[in-house]
């Protein structure tokens, strides 16, 4: 009577629990509506919470794998590896086929990107001897590699077996293992105030665009949770033993509600134990042996991988979507067979090693975390239907009622397949639907404004010599500062160093930078057009005094003895822009070798032209005038673009089925300069000198982060919240009214 008694308050207690954590998810997601950006200070409680989780997770890999495999018989593990080893592969094959085809549940984003550092970065082989071989296990410990310490685990239990003085050494370890279980279980107390914290930052600082994008992972799961828990796994079973679809689901009823509750699989496993066991009553005798089969094949399975964790790396695929680095099809092996190996630890610590593995950038495992409270319950009702399904058919398999009805395994199985690329395909309809087909990136880059709007300044219609002459002894700096004025050549296409924003004002890096010079100088800006083929003429002919837009220094820029470039105020680097459809063609030089005659397009007069012969001799280069012809001109539709990542990502804003691709084992970059007309020393030496100082005083990284990277955009329109769209909304109406009713007395 106690016992039940003690089983109840537990319950309770886990059931108060829950309640509170998913109060805490939704006051935080209130919390976070309310103030916006403001909630964005919380994440530092969240990334506490998050690491004191993963603080003790690699610890207890260690001591629960070897106690648990240490403490196993002969007859034990020959029984798990006979037949155990059978059916958990065959779980896992249905996980992965599930995980592969909810991945076609999401939709092509044509989705143009800022620039991001992450495109200069080539992925590197995964070394998996490296990965897995544990030279040094406590190395491997303090570098987080889950696979090697999962490695050393496993041999060091197994090495225990049957050893002579094993079960002291195996009780300490126990005794570890739940002391680091005690003290995740004392961080788990605080799950309500973690939860609250990331939920409330993620709500404050992601867009209704974002939310809509994290929809994708949870619709996913939470479709394929209930595909694999109420229909493949009950079915597979039926298919191969006596059991009905009904005695499957009135024993596995209350089991997955209460999982569902209480967030934890652990728990159940008496209860799994005894309806499993209920469930062979009725084809075995209640005194053989054979009748205490679940009680040991349950606790033996339970520490490996179930399916539920599995199908938890959707997010991976999710991920890499989110990001536009999505996976390829021969990603999906290594990835989930590595997910499935990493999955002997927890979540929490697989994901983020598998982010970083794949280049995906780690801050998306919040978005995990904030949604985890609810999907977390779903991959539960999953492990628990496998730690079932699992017990159900190795302890057939042992007692001989194993037997598969071929002609409704087939039929099933079929039945599922359909069910699971109906649910894939229907996920991708209302996703194409919810998700514009435009980025709203390309609407921002095109309402980009200039950061400095303090000088006056003029675009002429007009390209001729400048009316003042240089006199006798004159520099160019003498006459800038004479007149007033500062000439400046300009290329208006070229992305986003010098372009037209929507409303046919010229922005960009470039002229952002031009506009501090002048600022500087205290003189008002001329900005006189150009073609890149008449560049090298125009300086020479003193048409402007300095020539910007993204200009690489040439080698037939260099042979003018007329003209001077400054310092480097900014590096860029060799890339493609390429269809989306064709990014694998040119993922590297491999790849790329295979192509016949490819059709590429390059700027007239790009540093990056010397370079392409040998880089890529089965070229067909074409220069151009301006890089839009390669997406607007029909004469140039089968072609590729030769650029710098930086402007090509730009151009990726405008033209979203176009992608930015870096094949470059080594990074080809140039720098970028300002030119200067005439052989003037003087106005070189100031220009070097002044970029300098605006490199020192952040004015460029400014511009950098703004132009390239696109940050300052979401700074200046803050998402929508109570506070400053509604509350001061209303209080600055009140402030208006007040004002003209003082106005009526005054009258």
Same mark, same amino acid.
């Given at each position: 009577m106690l016992d039940k008694f003690l089983k109840i308050e537990r319950y309770n207690s886990h059931f108060s629990s829950t309640l509170f954590i998913i109060s805490s998810l939704l006051l935080g997601i209130?919390?976070?509506?309310?103030?916006?950006?403001?909630?964005?200070?919380?994440?530092?409680?969240?990334?506490?919470?998050?690491?004191?989780?993963?603080?003790?997770?690699?610890?207890?890999?260690?001591?629960?794998?070897?106690a648990n495999i240490g403490r196993l018989n002969y007859i034990e593990a020959k029984l798990l590896t006979k037949y155990g080893l059978l059916v958990l592969l065959s779980l896992w094959l249905i996980g992965v086929i599930c995980v592969w085809a909810m991945s076609i549940a999401l939709p092509k984003l044509n989705n143009g990107a800022f620039f991001s550092s992450l495109l200069m970065e080539s992925t590197p082989k995964i070394d998996f001897l490296?990965?897995?071989?544990?030279? #040094?296990?406590?190395?491997?410990?303090?570098?987080?590699?889950?696979?090697?310490?999962?490695?050393?685990?496993?041999?060091?239990?197994?090495?225990?077996?049957?050893?002579?003085?094993?079960?002291?050494?195996?009780?300490?370890?126990?005794?570890?293992?739940?002391?680091?279980?005690?003290?995740?279980?004392?961080?788990?107390?605080?799950?309500?105030?973690?939860?609250?914290?990331?939920?409330?930052?993620?709500?404050?600082?992601?867009?209704?665009?974002?939310?809509?994008q994290v929809q994708s992972y949870v619709l996913m799961l939470i479709a394929t949770v209930t595909l694999v828990t109420l229909v493949i796994l009950p079915m597979l079973i039926v298919s191969c033993t006596p059991f009905s679809y009904r005695q499957i689901a009135r024993e596995s009823s209350n089991i997955l509600l209460t999982v569902f509750v209480v967030g934890s699989v652990f728990v159940v496993i008496p209860l799994?134990?005894?309806?499993?066991?209920?469930?062979?009553?009725?084809?075995?005798?209640?005194?053989?042996?054979?009748?205490?089969?679940?009680?040991?094949?349950?606790?033996?399975?339970?520490?490996?991988?179930?399916?539920?964790k599995i199908l938890s790396f959707v997010f991976i695929v999710f991920a890499g979507w989110f990001y536009d680095r999505p996976l390829d099809f021969l990603d999906y092996p290594g990835m989930l067979a590595l997910g499935i190996f990493l999955s002997f630890g927890k979540l929490i610590s697989a994901l983020p090693f598998l982010l970083d593995l794949y280049h995906i950038p780690d801050d998306i495992f919040n978005l995990f975390i904030a949604v985890g409270v609810i999907c977390g319950r779903f991959a539960d009702l999953a492990g628990a239907m496998h730690l079932m399904t699992f017990t159900i058919l190795t302890t057939?398999?042992?007692?001989?009622?194993?037997?598969?009805?071929?002609?409704?395994?087939?039929?099933?199985?079929?039945?599922?397949?359909?069910?699971?690329?109906?649910?894939?395909?229907?996920?991708?309809?209302?996703?194409?639907?919810q998700i514009p087909e435009k980025s709203q990136q390309t609407a921002q880059i095109m309402q980009m404004e200039l950061l400095n709007n303090n000088v006056a300044y003029t675009i002429s219609n007009l390209s001729q010599p400048n009316p003042t002459s240089l006199k006798s002894g004159q520099h160019l700096l003498d006459r800038i500062r004479h007149t007033g004025v500062i000439r400046v050549g300009v290329h208006e296409d070229s992305l986003p160093f010098s372009f037209y924003n929507m409303d046919r004002q010229l922005v960009g890096f470039d002229i952002d930078l031009i506009m501090h010079l002048a600022e500087d100088l205290n003189v008002s800006v001329e900005f006189i057009p150009y073609e890149s083929g008449y560049l090298h003429q125009q300086l020479e002919d003193d048409y402007f005094d300095i020539a910007i837009s993204g200009i690489s220094p040439s080698l037939s820029l260099l042979s003018s003895t007329r003209v001077l470039y400054?310092?480097?105020?900014?590096?860029?680097?060799?890339?493609?822009?390429?269809?989306?459809?064709?990014?694998?063609?040119?993922?590297?030089?491999?790849?790329?070798?295979?192509?016949?005659?490819?059709?590429?397009?390059?700027?007239?007069?790009?540093?990056?032209?010397?370079?392409? #012969?040998?880089?890529?001799? #089965?070229?067909?280069?074409?220069?151009?005038?301006?890089?839009?012809?390669?997406?607007?001109?029909p004469e140039y539709s089968d072609h590729i673009l030769l650029t710098s990542a930086e402007g090509g990502s730009a151009w990726t804003l405008i033209n979203p089925d176009y992608v930015v691709v870096n094949p470059f084992v080594d990074r080809h970059g140039a720098?970028?300069?300002?030119?200067?007309?005439?052989?003037?020393?003087?106005?070189?030496?100031?220009?070097?000198?002044?970029?300098?100082?605006?490199?020192?005083?952040?004015?460029?990284?400014?511009?950098?982060?703004?132009?390239?990277?696109?940050?300052?955009?979401?700074?200046?329109?803050?998402?929508? #919240?109570?506070?400053?769209?509604?509350l001061n909304q209303e209080s600055k109406n009140n402030t208006e009214n007040n004002k003209l009713y003082v106005s009526d007395d005054n009258l």
């Open positions: 209130a919390l976070g509506l309310l103030i916006g950006e403001y909630a964005a200070k919380l994440q530092i409680i969240g990334d506490i919470y998050i690491g004191l989780l993963q603080m003790t997770v690699l610890p207890y890999i260690v001591f629960a794998l070897i490296k990965l897995f071989i544990p030279s #040094n296990p406590f190395k491997s410990l303090t570098e987080n590699s889950v696979p090697a310490v999962v490695i050393f685990s496993m041999l060091f239990g197994t090495a225990s077996i049957g050893y002579k003085e094993h079960k002291s050494l195996l009780d300490h370890f126990d005794h570890v293992a739940k002391i680091l279980l005690r003290v995740n279980s004392f961080v788990v107390m605080l799950a309500p105030i973690g939860i609250f914290s990331i939920s409330a930052s993620a709500a404050g600082t992601l867009t209704l665009e974002q939310f809509g799994l134990t005894r309806s499993i066991t209920r469930l062979f009553h009725s084809h075995i005798h209640t005194e053989s042996e054979h009748a205490r089969l679940p009680d040991i094949v349950l606790p033996l399975a339970y520490p490996f991988p179930d399916i539920g057939a398999m042992m007692t001989g009622v194993f037997k598969i009805k071929w002609k409704m395994l087939i039929h099933s199985s079929l039945i599922s397949c359909l069910l699971l690329l109906g649910i894939s395909l229907s996920i991708r309809a209302y996703l194409e639907h400054s310092d480097s105020y900014l590096d860029v680097h060799l890339a493609l822009v390429v269809p989306d459809h064709r990014r694998n063609d040119f993922s590297d030089f491999k790849s790329i070798a295979k192509l016949k005659s490819i059709r590429a397009g390059i700027k007239e007069g790009s540093n990056f032209n010397a370079r392409i #012969n040998n880089l890529f001799p #089965n070229f067909i280069v074409t220069e151009l005038d301006s890089e839009d012809d390669i997406f607007n001109d720098p970028l300069v300002i030119v200067i007309s005439e052989q003037d020393l003087i106005l070189e030496h100031f220009i070097s000198s002044w970029i300098k100082l605006k490199q020192t005083d952040g004015t460029i990284d400014a511009l950098y982060a703004h132009w390239i990277l696109g940050k300052t955009i979401t700074e200046k329109k803050p998402r929508w #919240n109570l506070i400053n769209h509604v």
